[in-house]
């Protein structure tokens, strides 16, 4: 092999295994969005642990409600009975649907925000909207909390 050649494969296998890395890598982003797909999977299929570890120790669940008066309140849910609520219901019957996800990063702090629908056992129950507190810790991304609007 003649030494252009042998330059000429070395680029190629350089620049093979560059776009190799490039692809390997996921983006935080990408990272981010793992405990709220691990939430919604973990709802689904009746999995307290899985939900249980997308959170962090002390986190908290609230939402925003109005009453027939029109008073807004926010009503706040102890993880301990959600995880209840989640281990209890058959497999299948809590179904949270994202519509879209939109997450903004500053360093070890994002914010998502998650339109969705929820079906209660296959049927439509309401729509709403999502707002996630996450924090990066020991570079693992944790829900902190989700405070969510509800309206049929």
Request: aromatic content about 10%; overall charge positive; hydrophobic content about 40%.
């Amino acid at each position: 092999m003649n030494k252009i050649s042998k330059i000429t494969a070395g680029l190629i296998l350089t620049l093979g295994f560059l776009a190799a890395q490039a692809q390997v890598e996921v983006s935080e982003e990408t990272k981010a969005q793992l405990p709220i797909k691990e939430l919604f999977l973990g709802m689904k299929n009746n999995d307290s642990s899985l939900v249980r570890q997308a959170f962090v120790v002390g986190g908290r669940l609230e939402t925003v409600a109005k009453n027939k008066e029109g008073v807004v309140s926010v009503k706040s849910t102890p993880l301990t009975q959600f995880f209840a609520t989640i281990a209890s219901s058959p497999s299948g019957s809590l179904d949270e649907r994202l519509m879209g996800m939109d997450i903004k990063i500053d360093g070890d702090m994002a914010t998502a925000w998650t339109p969705y629908e929820f079906f209660y056992n296959g049927q439509f129950s309401h729509r709403g909207v999502n707002a996630f507190q996450l924090v990066k810790i020991n570079d693992h991304w944790k829900i902190w909390s989700i405070i969510d609007t509800r309206r049929k």
